[in-house]
């Protein structure tokens, strides 16, 4: 049981680059969250999925897409990277049901925009 | 205005002393869930400690306790016996949002560096 997995686990970007953060979880979770986290800062939500096929927009989605095919995959993308993008992204997942629940984190991506 | 809010940028104890971490929060929700995550050197995010709205105890796990002031909309960490170990950032955290509704999300303080001193 590998929990959360996040690959990569670092990544240097040239800006106008392209990359997709892979995030896969084995919980049979229904959500799922991609979080990133800039220095001296909390966590701050950028999109999120309630479910299989379903994403939505967090705080900061601007300059991100994501995507949710398979449940137990949620794929993060830039498409044009920029050095205001230079963050650790963090990816979580949660059950649906329960008011006790705790969301699982995954290990993180340290990327790094040039 | 912040949803939540955590005051003390860095915290230092010595080993084996209590130390509480302090966390505001700001919600008109009746229903919210509060945390408490640590997040030590190496970067992970581990969850210690949950308390919900309708709790009518404080939580407590192991050496962490919350203390949970509902009409003052606070919800201090306390760490007991305070271990090197316990050296981290520490977040504290808000989910809105009840039973299957909203997307469950938390809302993140900027959190606090305990540094526990030998």
């Known amino acids: 049981n590998a929990g959360v997995t996040q690959t990569p686990k670092f990544r240097v970007l040239k800006t106008g680059q392209s990359m997709t953060l892979l995030c896969a979880q084995d919980?049979?979770?229904?959500?799922m969250y991609w979080y990133r986290q800039d220095p001296g800062m909390g966590l701050r939500l950028i999109h999120y999925?309630?479910?299989?096929?379903?994403?939505a927009k967090g705080e900061v989605p601007d300059g991100y897409n994501v995507s949710r095919l398979k449940k137990q995959n949620f794929l993060l993308g830039l498409e044009s990277a920029a050095p205001s993008q230079t963050s650790v992204y963090f990816c979580?997942?949660?059950?649906?049901?329960?008011?006790?629940?705790?969301?699982?984190f995954g290990p993180g991506t340290r990327l790094t925009v040039t | 205005a912040q949803k939540i809010t955590q005051t003390q940028p860095g915290m230092f104890v010595q080993e084996k002393e209590a130390v509480t971490l302090d966390c505001t929060y700001d919600?008109?929700?009746?229903?919210?869930?509060l945390f408490w995550y640590k997040q030590p050197s190496s970067g992970e995010m581990i969850f210690l400690i949950y308390?919900?709205?309708?709790?009518?105890q404080n939580a407590t796990e192991g050496r962490y306790s919350l203390n949970f002031q509902k009409a003052r909309k606070s919800a201090n960490l306390v760490i007991s016996a305070s271990q090197l170990g316990d050296s981290a950032m520490y977040f504290c955290?808000?989910?809105?949002?009840?039973?299957?509704?909203?997307?469950?999300?938390?809302?993140f303080g900027s959190g606090t560096r305990l540094q526990v001193q030998p």
């Open positions: 919600t008109s929700d009746p229903s919210y869930g």
């Open positions: 919980m049979n979770h229904e959500y």
């Open positions: 999925s309630v479910g299989e096929g379903t994403t």
């Open positions: 979580a997942s949660s059950y649906y049901e329960g008011e006790t629940y705790e969301q699982y």
């Open positions: 955290a808000m989910r809105e949002g009840q039973g299957g509704t909203g997307r469950r999300a938390l809302t």
């Open positions: 308390q919900g709205s309708y709790d009518q």
